[in-house]
Structure formats: C-alpha cells, structure tokens
T-cell receptor, first 110, second 117 residues
C-alpha cells in the first residue's frame, strides 16, 4: 500500500540555519506529493506541492523536488526564521488515497 | 484560494453527551470531504471519507455508530461524536477536495479540539 516516511523530530535550529526534512514515499500509482505545515493550535495549511516527477514545489522560501528515482520529496529552506517553528507533514495523494508522514516538529531559536 | 471552515474550534463536553462538528467549504463545492483525527504528537489518522448524498466510507477500526457523518450538501459535512467518552478527546480535522482551480488538493479546516470530561 501507499505510505510516507519522514524524518523524526524534533529538529531545533538557530535562526538563518539551513533546513532539510527528509521524506520518502511508497506508492502503487503516480501520486501527487505535498508538504503541509501546522502552526501551534491550528489546522494544516498547504505549504507546497508537486504533481509529477522532477517538479519542484516552492513557497515562502521552502522547496521540495519530486524525485521518482529515489521516491523522495525532501523539504529544504536556506535560512529559517523563528516564525517557521511548526510541525511539518509530508503527504501523498494517489487517486484520493491520502497518506501523511508522522510529522516533524521544527523549533527555530533566535 | 479555497477555504474550509470548521466549527467549533474547541468544545468541552460531559461524558455521555453528543457533539457535532461542522465542516464547510466556503468558496467551492466539495463532493468529497475527509475527517481526520490527530493524536498528540502524532500524524493524522483518516477516519472516513464523506461523499455528498451517499453514505460515508469508514476506515478500518473506526466505529460508524460512534462517529456519525452526514454530507447533506456540496458545501457541508458534519461529524457527530455520539455518547462521547474521555478517550474520544482529540483534535479532529476535516478537509475537502477542490476540483477548481486546482484538482487533487485537499484543503483543511482549522480543526476542532474536543475535550470530554
């Protein structure tokens, strides 16, 4: 079946540090891939997406590239801010079968 | 962009009572909505898929009679937690599929924190 595995947290970084959160997936079809962000006390917000191999999703300085050969969709940001502190979920949608990773809590310290 | 409104955001109830949570798509029609449950420090667990005008499809292990789902219109789905008990305390999140302008994307409500005393 379909599944998503993402890097366990928590991750603690200093402001302006480089961020990578690893995400790999298993899918029977050709899924779309997503990163969602959940700020404290709030629901999930779509951060970025990619719908096919080699697509790069980007938003708010975050990027992730759909790598079919490594079945990965790692999230990166060159310089994190305190306001980026949140929980990040990697997800796939394969014909409306949606799967989420366990979430990675990021804390950015000033 | 597409907006999903979920209400209430927080509810506290006594054990044995029922609680209804509403999920509305505000600016698009959603033929399919999803209900998730999120446990502390864990990922989302899909509870059921709700299709407008038909019965919801429940995931294995989710009690249909406990978690009643009604999708009466293209913009509204409700989840009723019947005879709630403390173990039902959790964060419940709904989402809806938008067919336009972008297909295959789920938009999430802000969630409802249920506390059963």
């Amino acid at each position: 079946g379909n599944s998503v595995t993402q890097m366990e947290g928590p991750v603690t970084l200093s402001e302006e540090a480089f961020l990578t959160i690893n995400c790999t997936y298993t899918a029977t079809g050709y899924p779309s891939l997503f990163w969602y962000v959940q700020y404290p006390g709030e629901g999930l917000q779509l951060l970025l997406k990619a719908t096919k191999a080699d697509d790069k999703g980007s938003n708010k300085g975050f990027e992730a590239t759909y790598r079919k050969e490594t079945t990965s969709f790692h999230l990166e940001k060159g310089s994190v801010q305190v306001s980026d502190s949140a929980v990040y979920f990697c997800a796939l949608n394969d014909n409306n079968d949606m799967r989420f990773g366990a979430g990675t809590r990021l804390t950015v310290k000033p | 962009g597409a907006v999903v409104s979920q209400h209430p955001s927080r509810v506290i109830c006594k054990s044995g009572t029922s609680v209804k949570i509403e999920c509305r798509s505000l600016d698009f029609q959603a033929t399919t909505m999803f209900w998730y449950r999120q446990f502390p420090k864990k990922s989302l667990m899909l509870m059921a898929t709700s299709n407008e005008g038909s019965k919801a499809t429940y995931e294995q292990g989710v009690e249909k009679d406990k978690f009643l789902i009604n999708h009466a219109s293209l913009t509204l789905s409700t989840l009723t937690v019947t005879s709630a008990h403390p173990e039902d305390s959790s964060f419940y999140i709904c989402s809806a599929i938008s067919l336009a302008p972008t297909k295959n994307i789920q938009y999430f409500g802000a969630g409802t924190r249920l506390s059963v005393l």
